[in-house]
């Protein structure tokens, strides 16, 4: 059993910034891949970012490539999603899920709460 919990949504003004956080607990959980995953209303929940636990190697979504940045402190048992330069289309509730592979939610088996990230100016 892994459980997640995330933090660190708010409500920001566009080109402002937020880091997500995931705290992650469980007695396997640094061998699950990590993804973030985000649903705005009225839309289906699409994939984010996921850093692969075997290797650490990193995947985005067209949408958020080059300005997101996934992280992860394995001390901390903790996943960062950095997000610089929001713009309004990021408003969503973000989660984090552990147990999948890529950037498709439905390989995912454990699921976090949900954090808000709302973008307006």
């Known amino acids: 059993q892994v459980q997640l919990v995330e933090s660190g949504g708010d409500l920001v003004q566009p080109g402002g910034s937020l880091r997500l956080s995931c705290v992650v607990s469980?007695?396997?959980?640094?061998?699950?891949?990590i993804g973030w995953f985000r649903q705005a209303s009225g839309k289906e929940r699409e994939g984010v970012s996921c850093i692969i636990s075997s290797d650490g190697s990193t995947y985005y979504a067209d949408s958020v490539k080059d300005r997101f940045t996934i992280s992860r402190d394995s001390a901390k048992n903790t996943v960062y999603l950095q997000m610089p330069n929001l713009e309004p289309e990021d408003t969503a509730v973000y989660y984090c899920?552990?147990?999948?592979?890529?950037?498709?939610?439905?390989?995912?088996?454990?699921w976090g709460q949900g954090t808000q990230v709302t973008i307006s100016s």
């Open positions: 899920a552990a147990g999948g592979s890529s950037l498709d939610p439905d390989a995912y088996d454990y």
């Open positions: 469980g007695r396997t959980w640094p061998g699950y891949t």
